[in-house]
């Protein structure tokens, strides 16, 4: 099965999760693993 997302969405998820992972770090909080599951899907 062929996955259709394109290079810009793959680098605006990439961004995102890497936001939320810093979020989460900064403010010591678990919920900032959120971001893994958004980087790596």
Do not use: E, F, P
């Amino acid at each position: 099965m062929k996955v259709n997302v394109g290079s810009a969405d793959k680098v605006i998820r990439i961004v995102a999760g890497v936001a939320v992972i810093g979020w989460g770090v900064y403010a010591q909080n678990w919920l900032g693993a959120i971001g893994i599951i958004v980087s790596v899907n």
